[in-house]
């Protein structure tokens, strides 16, 4: 389980770290008004600026997608991290020691700090090795990246650096920065020998790997010279940051480009990925030193959306894959071939929507670009073929199809390998492709599968399983029959909704997002039209429609809008203003009525009044509000229900009419006492009505009669107020 994070250490984060900082690293942001700021949204393609943050408030919302949150929220989604990883990030950015709930925690209390200290290590490594890469000695590390048409430019790009010759170049320069040597060893810097601690990485070029944060959390070396008796690639060695069936190098510089195109490039190397992305590839990235696994897999998921057609990767007429797609290359060697059918054997949901790009001449990104161009690496990703058909023609190709007996060899080859698909609808297209490929009957291919499936214990027999591996393994899985074949029949994938929800959620040790239960991605919410609004601020939270909301030219709906914004974004302005004497029933518009119960389920403007006070002596005027305006709106947040917190997000944001701050305090005043005075006026009708349908003699005649001229009176004053 995901450790627990004290409620208070999440709010602390919350507030101390800068909105407008941490959106600013990814978005342009210019002022839009008292308090806002706006740039292009990083979420959605947009030429004119929808995306707007208000740093008082600690909040973001997109006008054009209709996304919205807080900065954890921010990071989740633009980083694609889970709730605690996102906080724990925050937190080592703005120094908060954070702290776990007993019995909950899988991170010591003191972890954290060590975290950050290791980062910071790698940090200054980094620059070191960057520094180095510019002298003498650094020019065999030069013309390697040259002869391999990598610039200046390029090195920099990908952070390329050099270490120098020698045991302790590094480490004295670590140890001039402050860093123990316990520290330097748990970090993999260094290694440590009968003869004491020297570096790890000596006469190598250098390429940082960074986490999806673009923290770097380890390293990768090349060999260049003779006498190196290494191996040609070291790497970090596992740490308590670098683990690395969890890291995918390039993926800081692939994150935004993976979740706009929904496709994932794997390449072999480093100088893969850079020949990718230098290509125009910048969706690629590698692994550092192990097997694509099954960690990996739940890393692209995220990165991909998880959607539900994502997970289903239904393959269109195109050959694309609704939701996205991976796609492997490899060299055309038994090693590569072995090292793209390893994807056979994950979830084949996952392998569905899995394509392999192979180089028929064997060779790689970085050879293909040096040798025929950069457009040869883009052709080499466009020539993807479907894994399964993949996986069909490597077994195919161990046998000789020319003649009978290897025809015959090929269909016991290549029958558990279709068996193996579960996909009931795939698994019979496939089967009907092999007779294809084999040049023998559909009806002869069709039973050899079938009987591979029953020997395997496999979909195709009881109805239990996934049938055979193209290593001859099985897998037990139930099949499902909801198989989409390809218009162009080359090629196919699974359909299918594959909804769900997230459940019930469990606690994180933080607010609930957006009026969820507490916890990391798990509040509560399911999906919508195979998009996953777990982490969105917009109308379609888990499935629930958003309650109605008025178009723009309705009067009384943007009265009603107007006075949120002023109470969500101005509440020092509508303490004691009579906002909180409201009746329930003042709001028309149903969205807004929602929104108007959690402010008063959040005690009202005169909470924010409460907390104003209470903080000023300590914090001062201007800090005191600050921090009362951002405690506020994520207490009304916090009671908001369902996908109401989106709309409270939306209102908190949105630029309000007035922009003069001297003419701030007057327009806030002027829209609630209209809003009240409407109010009274909706009652003054129906007492009007109440009185004509009442006898004169009737003994309740007087008092309503009394209550309309009150209420008269209360109008006309509002009026002189105004």
């Given at each position: 389980?995901?450790?627990?994070?004290?409620?208070?250490?999440?709010?602390?984060?919350?507030?101390?770290?800068?909105?407008?900082?941490?959106?600013?690293?990814?978005?342009?942001?210019?002022?839009?008004?008292?308090?806002?700021?706006?740039?292009?949204?990083?979420?959605?393609?947009?030429?004119?600026?929808?995306?707007?943050?208000?740093?008082?408030?600690?909040?973001?919302?997109?006008?054009?997608?209709?996304?919205?949150?807080?900065?954890?929220?921010?990071?989740?989604?633009?980083?694609?991290?889970?709730?605690?990883?996102?906080?724990?990030?925050?937190?080592?950015?703005?120094?908060?020691?954070?702290?776990?709930?007993?019995?909950?925690?899988?991170?010591?209390?003191?972890?954290?700090?060590?975290?950050?200290?290791?980062?910071?290590?790698?940090?200054?490594?980094?620059?070191?090795?960057?520094?180095?890469?510019?002298?003498?000695?650094?020019?065999?590390a030069r013309t390697f990246l040259t002869e391999r048409s990598f610039d200046r430019a390029a090195a920099d790009m990908f952070g390329v650096g050099?270490?120098?010759?020698?045991?302790?170049?590094?480490?004295?320069?670590?140890?001039?920065?402050?860093?123990?040597?316990?520290?330097?060893?748990?970090?993999?810097?260094?290694?440590?020998?009968?003869?004491?601690?020297?570096?790890?990485?000596?006469?190598?070029?250098?390429?940082?790997?960074?986490?999806?944060?673009?923290?770097?959390?380890?390293?990768?070396?090349?060999?260049?010279?003779?006498?190196?008796?290494?191996?040609?690639?070291?790497?970090?060695?596992?740490?308590?940051?670098?683990?690395?069936?969890?890291?995918?190098?390039?993926?800081?510089?692939?994150?935004?480009?993976?979740?706009?195109?929904?496709?994932?490039?794997?390449?072999?190397?480093?100088?893969?990925?850079?020949?990718?992305?230098?290509?125009?590839?910048?969706?690629?990235?590698?692994?550092?030193?192990?097997?694509?696994?099954?960690?990996?897999?739940?890393?692209?998921?995220?990165?991909?959306?998880?959607?539900?057609?994502?997970?289903?990767?239904?393959?269109?007429?195109?050959?694309?894959?609704?939701?996205?797609?991976?796609?492997?290359?490899?060299?055309?060697?038994?090693?590569?071939?072995?090292?793209?059918?390893?994807?056979?054997?994950?979830d084949q949901n996952f392998a569905s929507q899995t394509f392999v790009a192979v180089e028929p001449t064997g060779l790689d990104p970085c050879d293909?670009?040096?040798?025929?161009?950069?457009?040869?690496?883009?052709?080499?990703?466009?020539s993807r073929q479907p894994l399964f058909a993949f996986a069909i023609r490597s077994v195919l190709a161990q046998v000789d199809l020319d003649t009978?007996?290897?025809?015959?060899?090929?269909?016991?080859?290549?029958?558990?390998?279709?068996?193996?698909?579960?996909?009931?609808?795939?698994?019979?297209?496939?089967?009907?492709?092999?007779?294809?490929?084999?040049?023998?009957?559909?009806?002869?291919?069709?039973?050899?599968?079938?009987?591979?499936?029953?020997?395997?214990?496999?979909?195709?027999?009881?109805?239990?399983?996934?049938?055979?591996?193209?290593?001859?393994?099985?897998?037990?899985?139930?099949?499902?029959?909801?198989?989409?074949?390809?218009?162009?029949?080359?090629?196919?994938?699974?359909?299918?909704?594959?909804?769900?929800?997230?459940?019930?959620?469990?606690?994180?040790?933080?607010?609930?997002?957006?009026?969820?239960?507490?916890?990391?991605?798990?509040?509560?919410?399911?999906?919508?039209?195979?998009?996953?609004?777990?982490?969105?601020?917009?109308?379609?939270?888990?499935?629930?429609?958003?309650?109605?909301?008025?178009?723009?030219?309705?009067?009384?709906?943007?009265?009603?809008?107007?006075?949120?914004?002023?109470?969500?974004?101005?509440?020092?302005?509508?303490?004691?203003?009579?906002?909180?004497?409201?009746?329930?029933?003042?709001?028309?518009?149903?969205?807004?009525?929602?929104?108007?119960?959690?402010?008063?389920?959040?005690?009202?403007?005169?909470?924010?009044?409460?907390?104003?006070?209470?903080?000023?002596?300590?914090?001062?005027?201007?800090?005191?509000?600050?921090?009362?305006?951002?405690?506020?709106?994520?207490?009304?947040?916090?009671?908001?229900?369902?996908?109401?917190?989106?709309?409270?997000?939306?209102?908190?944001?949105?630029?309000?009419?007035?922009?003069?701050?001297?003419?701030?305090?007057?327009?806030?005043?002027?829209?609630?006492?209209?809003?009240?005075?409407?109010?009274?006026?909706?009652?003054?009708?129906?007492?009007?009505?109440?009185?004509?349908?009442?006898?004169?003699?009737?003994?309740?005649?007087?008092?309503?009669?009394?209550?309309?001229?009150?209420?008269?009176?209360?109008?006309?004053?509002?009026?002189?107020?105004?």
């Amino acid at each position: 389980m995901a450790g627990l994070i004290k409620r208070e250490d999440v709010a602390a984060v919350r507030e101390r770290a800068r909105i407008d900082e941490i959106v600013g690293a990814h978005v342009t942001l210019k002022p839009a008004g008292v308090g806002s700021m706006k740039g292009l949204c990083p979420f959605h393609d947009e030429r004119t600026p929808s995306f707007h943050v208000r740093p008082q408030l600690g909040l973001w919302h997109c006008f054009g997608c209709d996304e919205g949150g807080d900065v954890i929220s921010f990071v989740q989604k633009i980083d694609h991290l889970p709730f605690s990883e996102a906080v724990e990030h925050l937190a080592g950015r703005v120094g908060i020691q954070l702290r776990y709930e007993d019995g909950g925690s899988t991170r010591p209390a003191n972890e954290h700090g060590r975290r950050q200290r290791l980062l910071d290590a790698h940090r200054v490594a980094e620059e070191y090795f960057r520094e180095q890469i510019s002298t003498p000695e650094a020019q065999i590390a030069r013309t390697f990246l040259t002869e391999r048409s990598f610039d200046r430019a390029a090195a920099d790009m990908f952070g390329v650096g050099y270490a120098p010759q020698g045991w302790d170049h590094l480490l004295r320069h670590l140890r001039g920065r402050g860093f123990t040597e316990p520290e330097l060893i748990a970090s993999g810097l260094v290694s440590q020998g009968n003869r004491g601690v020297y570096d790890r990485f000596r006469g190598r070029l250098i390429w940082p790997i960074r986490d999806i944060t673009g923290d770097t959390i380890g390293f990768g070396a090349r060999r260049l010279h003779e006498d190196d008796q290494g191996p040609k690639y070291l790497n970090t060695p596992e740490t308590p940051i670098y683990k690395k069936s969890q890291v995918l190098y390039g993926l800081d510089l692939a994150k935004r480009a993976i979740a706009k195109d929904k496709r994932v490039v794997v390449v072999e190397g480093y100088t893969d990925v850079m020949a990718a992305h230098l290509s125009g590839v910048g969706t690629a990235i590698a692994t550092c030193g192990t097997a694509f696994g099954s960690d990996h897999v739940r890393i692209v998921r995220r990165l991909l959306g998880d959607s539900a057609d994502a997970a289903a990767g239904v393959i269109l007429a195109s050959g694309s894959a609704r939701g996205g797609e991976i796609i492997f290359t490899f060299d055309g060697d038994a090693a590569g071939q072995k090292a793209a059918l390893r994807a056979f054997n994950e979830d084949q949901n996952f392998a569905s929507q899995t394509f392999v790009a192979v180089e028929p001449t064997g060779l790689d990104p970085c050879d293909l670009r040096i040798q025929r161009g950069e457009g040869a690496v883009r052709d080499l990703v466009a020539s993807r073929q479907p894994l399964f058909a993949f996986a069909i023609r490597s077994v195919l190709a161990q046998v000789d199809l020319d003649t009978a007996e290897g025809r015959v060899a090929g269909l016991r080859v290549a029958a558990p390998v279709v068996a193996g698909i579960r996909d009931h609808a795939l698994r019979s297209e496939y089967a009907r492709e092999l007779a294809g490929w084999l040049g023998m009957d559909e009806a002869s291919v069709r039973r050899a599968v079938a009987a591979a499936a029953r020997a395997s214990g496999g979909p195709g027999g009881s109805g239990q399983g996934g049938g055979s591996r193209p290593d001859g393994s099985t897998r037990s899985e139930s099949g499902r029959p909801d198989g989409a074949r390809r218009a162009d029949g080359g090629g196919y994938g699974q359909g299918g909704s594959g909804q769900g929800s997230r459940g019930g959620g469990s606690r994180d040790g933080g607010p609930r997002d957006r009026g969820g239960s507490y916890g990391a991605d798990s509040r509560g919410y399911g999906r919508q039209g195979g998009r996953d609004n777990a982490d969105s601020g917009g109308d379609r939270r888990g499935g629930q429609s958003m309650p109605g909301r008025p178009g723009r030219e309705d009067p009384v709906g943007r009265l009603e809008r107007q006075v949120l914004e002023v109470v969500l974004q101005l509440p020092m302005h509508a303490v004691g203003a009579g906002f909180d004497g409201l009746a329930p029933d003042t709001f028309t518009v149903p969205a807004y009525r929602a929104v108007h119960d959690a402010i008063r389920a959040a005690g009202g403007t005169a909470a924010f009044g409460a907390e104003l006070e209470r903080v000023s002596a300590e914090l001062g005027h201007d800090r005191a509000t600050a921090h009362a305006a951002s405690w506020w709106a994520e207490q009304v947040r916090e009671n908001a229900v369902g996908p109401v917190a989106g709309v409270i997000t939306e209102l908190a944001v949105a630029p309000l009419p007035e922009d003069r701050p001297e003419a701030l305090g007057a327009y806030a005043r002027g829209v609630l006492l209209a809003l009240i005075e409407m109010g009274v006026t909706r009652q003054i009708a129906d007492l009007k009505g109440r009185l004509q349908r009442t006898e004169p003699t009737d003994p309740t005649y007087g008092e309503v009669f009394a209550e309309l001229v009150a209420l008269e009176s209360r109008r006309r004053a509002l009026r002189v107020e105004e």
